[in-house]
């Protein structure tokens, strides 16, 4: 049995206490230790996507219990992807966060950003629903302590609502599982695609029932409307580097919706039919709309980039919604591309709030570093209303290609293109009233000792960022090929049944008599 | 008994819907943990309800209570327990930072004056 896949999961639950225990006032050694770890987490993903690139499927049996009995942590392509962006990711957060100071401003950063991971990287790799569970606790305990880290008051309020309505949503989570367990018996996800097909179209109203009800708490972590009303203000308000790798959060919502909708509860399967296949893209293409017109309607920078997001998300559930190879194909490109764009602007916004003391989108005179913010504030903003020549273009093309044939397709192109068009007028005078109106203005007061140049480091971990967009754009038709192939792996699941379900783990057999 | 239990939840999570949408922490607070409890029932449920059966499989033994749906209720009381205990500590230093336990945003004053 292959032992790396569990690593993911292990590294960050051993350096989380470690950073805790033994270097708890030695900021410097917790910074060693938490970067060591992730880029060797980075090493770890970069291997195990190497590994499964052919399209083979590891399963990994805790406790060798044999499936579906036992625990099953399983990669596949696209859990492997998944694990691999979230340590990328998190490798240049962690060197904004030290650049900018933001680990000094309270406890614990550190070890709270290992528990983080650790919830992030299990929901990938897990193969059971209840774990899933389990994991979006681990990563949402981790978050609260995360979002309000550094403390303040309008933090805290905005924690509140965050930790009350992903709460709320954790007790809908298990009302699902307790849903699906008292109709098919098992929680497996591989175990589950096979009962899912057996059960009597006579009796579906249970199946359906959870099957909505699990939606319904993907949508919430997806941030669909009309469950995203938790973003806005948790989003701007965390710190931003926290912000930044929160992107990643709302993409394991999206991650479920894949999995458990191309595996367990298929189109093609009879008893669901008439559900998400019919109603999740409606509701995405209205989270496109709200997400573009809150950028519009936004009076801070921080908001409106925290609602360039629910729109973003809406594009990739959009592709998700269309539950074909050709869009779940899309769908993982543009969720690659708008990772990385979103953790850009907050790590931007962030910039601009060091260099003049506060976001409001009001003509200020000119902030501290105000070129280089400016020129990134530009390339971010371009990568995410989706304008050539960066990766965000390339993945509405493949998004508005893959809705070519379906019934609602007027309806998507529609909503795409002019959403783009409101979000670049959004982002255009956003920059033009923070960035260009503010060389008009002659600063009447010295500046106040809080505005600082951004450090060196905070810029060139957004630098890294751009580079990985560039690449995300440069490599397009190779990241694109693997993507269609993970689709292509992701409906036809056989490989993956076969691997949890038939492996030779132990069973406890009756023990004969004597 | 199969109407009893039923009604038990029906009733906690009705009780806790209206709680939760009281836009105040300390009523939200509560309806949680209400749902909370109802939903540890429900999960307990979902295994059938089985009075004075063995739960673990045995020759001789043809009706069983499912062992698997009280592993998962105690997992669920866990983590239910530990994250209403995180809300409370948050809810009470949101509520001794600002004087004021409303869920809901509030008109808020910006940074600096001069709104466009």
């Known amino acids: 049995m292959n032992h790396w896949i569990i690593a993911p999961v292990i590294l960050p639950a051993l350096l989380a206490p470690f950073i805790v225990l033994a270097a708890r006032y030695h900021l410097g050694i917790q910074r060693v230790f938490s970067i060591a770890g992730i880029v060797a987490l980075i090493a770890i993903a970069g291997g195990l996507a190497w590994q499964?690139?052919?399209?083979?499927?590891?399963s990994y049996r805790l406790g060798d219990w044999a499936g579906p009995f036992g625990i099953v942590i399983v990669g596949d392509r696209l859990s492997t992807l998944m694990v691999l962006l979230t340590s990328v990711l998190a490798l240049f957060v962690l060197l904004y966060a030290i650049g900018s100071g933001w680990d000094d401003r309270g406890r614990h950063f550190h070890a709270l950003f290992q528990f983080q991971l650790m919830g992030i990287l299990g929901a990938f790799l897990t193969g059971d629903l209840f774990n899933?569970?389990?994991?979006?606790?681990?990563l949402l305990i981790a978050s609260y302590g995360l979002m309000i880290h550094a403390g303040g008051n309008a933090r805290l309020r905005a924690g509140v609502q965050y930790v009350l309505f992903n709460l709320i949503g954790s007790t809908l989570f298990l009302f699902a599982l307790g849903a699906i367990y008292a109709e098919t018996g098992t929680l497996n996800m591989a175990d589950l695609s096979e009962r899912v097909a057996l059960i009597d179209p006579s009796e579906t109203v249970g199946i359906r029932l959870a099957a909505v009800l699990l939606l319904l708490v993907f949508a919430i972590k997806a941030a669909l409307v009309p469950l995203h009303f938790w973003l806005p203000s948790s989003y701007a308000e965390a710190p931003a580097p926290v912000a930044a790798l929160f992107a990643i959060m709302t993409k394991v919502g999206?991650?479920?919706?894949?999995r458990v909708y191309t595996m367990v509860f298929p189109p093609e399967v009879d008893v669901t039919s008439g559900l998400h296949d019919t109603w999740l893209l409606p509701f995405a293409l209205v989270s496109v709309v709200v997400g573009m017109v809150g950028v519009l309607a936004a009076r801070k920078l921080d908001r409106l980039v925290a609602f360039s997001v629910v729109g973003s998300m809406g594009m990739v559930v959009t592709a998700i919604a269309l539950f074909s190879p050709i869009g779940i194909a899309a769908a993982l490109y543009y969720i690659v591309h708008s990772t990385l764009a979103a953790a850009v602007l907050f790590m931007v916004s962030d910039l601009v709030r060091t260099g003049r003391g506060n976001v409001d989108l009001t003509p200020q005179p000119p902030m501290a570093g105000t070129h280089l913010t400016a020129g990134m504030f530009f390339v971010g903003a371009i990568a995410m209303t989706g304008l050539p020549p960066l990766s965000g273009f390339l993945g509405k093309l493949l998004v508005l290609d893959a809705a070519y044939d379906n019934t609602l397709m007027t309806w998507v192109w529609a909503v795409v293109l002019i959403s783009s068009l409101i979000s670049i007028v959004g982002f255009a005078r956003a920059g033009s009233v923070v960035f260009w109106i503010s060389h008009s203005i002659e600063p009447s007061?010295?500046?106040?000792?809080?505005?600082?140049?951004?450090?060196a480091l905070a810029y060139s971990a957004v630098g890294g960022l751009f580079a990985l967009l560039v690449a995300h754009t440069v490599f397009a038709g190779s990241v694109h090929a693997y993507t269609t192939k993970m689709a292509a792996q992701l409906f036809a699941p056989q490989a993956y049944i076969s691997a949890v379900l038939d492996s030779p783990g132990k069973l406890s057999e009756p023990k004969e008599e004597n | 008994m199969e109407f009893l239990v039923a009604s038990a939840i029906g009733l906690m999570t009705a009780a806790g819907i209206y709680l939760v949408l009281r836009l105040r922490t300390f009523p939200v607070i509560l309806g949680i943990s209400l749902l909370t409890y109802a939903v540890n029932v429900f999960l307990f449920t979902s295994g059938r309800l089985v009075i004075g059966a063995p739960p673990v499989l045995r020759d001789d033994v043809s009706n069983y209570a499912d062992p698997l749906p009280q592993a998962l209720v105690?997992?669920?009381?866990v983590i239910s327990f530990g994250m209403t205990a995180v809300a409370v500590m948050i809810g009470l230093g949101a509520f001794l930072g600002s004087d004021d336990d409303h869920i809901d945003d509030q008109a808020e004053a910006s940074s600096s004056a001069g709104q466009p």
């Open chain 1, 132 to 138: 899933l569970f389990v994991f979006f606790e681990v």
């Open chain 1, 445 to 455: 007061e010295p500046r106040s000792a809080e505005v600082r140049q951004p450090s």
């Open chain 1, 254 to 258: 999206a991650y479920s919706i894949i």
């Open chain 2, 74 to 77: 105690l997992t669920a009381i």
């Open chain 1, 52 to 58: 499964v690139s052919d399209g083979s499927v590891i």
